[in-house]
């Protein structure tokens, strides 16, 4: 199994930045394929960004592109975003999520990833 625990949510006004960290502990070897989603209150839960073990290949929704970056540290089992120029539509709780499979496709769909952590809020302000 593995375990996910987000981090660095928060209040922050339009225009703003954060990174969010998600640790991953527990049989992290077969953490291939890493995302973000998030899911704002009476919608569901939407593809952020996906990045593959060795971190060459990355993907973006198309509402975050160029604004969003996704990262990774292997050595730190950790998860990384870097979300700047933040607008209001960005709030939400943020999820990070691995899947046990290597194979880069799919890569924006739920259910395809197998391990979620409980999620970290992000309130963007006007």
């Known amino acids: 199994q593995v375990q996910l625990v987000e981090s660095g949510g928060g209040l922050v006004q339009a225009g703003g930045s954060l990174r969010l960290s998600c640790v991953a502990s527990?049989?992290?070897?077969?953490?291939?394929?890493m995302g973000w989603f998030r899911q704002a209150p009476g919608k569901e839960r939407e593809f952020v960004s996906a990045i593959s073990w060795s971190g060459t290949n990355t993907a973006y929704a198309d509402t975050v592109k160029g604004r969003f970056t996704i990262s990774r540290d292997n050595a730190k089992s950790t998860l990384y975003l870097q979300m700047n120029t933040l607008k209001p539509e960005d709030t939400a709780v943020y999820y990070c999520?691995?899947?046990?499979?290597?194979?880069?496709?799919?890569?924006?769909?739920?259910?395809?990833?197998?391990?979620w952590g409980q999620g970290t809020q992000v309130t963007v302000s006007l």
């Open positions: 527990g049989r992290t070897f077969n953490t291939y394929v």
């Open positions: 999520a691995t899947r046990t499979v290597a194979l880069w496709k799919n890569y924006d769909s739920r259910s395809e990833y197998q391990h």
